[in-house]
């Protein structure tokens, strides 16, 4: 958990606070629900008094989402590029592809991470 504050330290309190959780390609806006198994209740920001607790529990979202697969990681990534077909692995290939040709248009190969 990273935790940034408006001033750039990681010390200032906010009244209300987000979680994102980060699987490697996408930012994703923490929601915690009262009711999990009907998704009702809904919160997304959090109040500083109850931040710990729920601090807590997004950690251990997060384990469970790396350790499940669900995390994935951008440098064992393999792509092909969707314009000459030339098979890549992981983003830095990616980009280096791009920079050399323009091409911009990829896709992710089934089954890599």
């Known amino acids: 958990i990273i935790k940034f504050a408006g001033d750039g330290s990681s010390t200032q309190e906010f009244e209300d606070n987000i979680f994102l959780i980060y699987d490697g390609t996408h930012y994703n806006l923490g929601v915690r629900y009262?009711?999990?198994e009907t998704k009702t209740g809904e919160q997304r920001i959090f109040k500083n008094?109850?931040?710990?607790?729920?601090?807590?529990?997004f950690i251990k979202y997060a384990n469970f989402l790396k350790l499940s697969d669900q995390y994935h990681d951008p440098n064992l990534f393999s792509i092909k590029c969707?314009?000459?077909?030339?098979?890549?692995?992981?983003?830095?290939?990616?980009?280096?592809?791009?920079?050399?040709?323009?091409?911009?248009?990829?896709?992710?190969i089934e089954g890599s991470n």
């Open 34 to 36: 009262d009711n999990p």
């Open 49 to 57: 008094e109850e931040i710990k607790a729920i601090e807590e529990e």
């Open 82 to 108: 969707s314009i000459c077909g030339v098979a890549l692995e992981g983003q830095i290939e990616a980009t280096e592809h791009a920079q050399q040709t323009s091409h911009q248009n990829f896709k992710q």
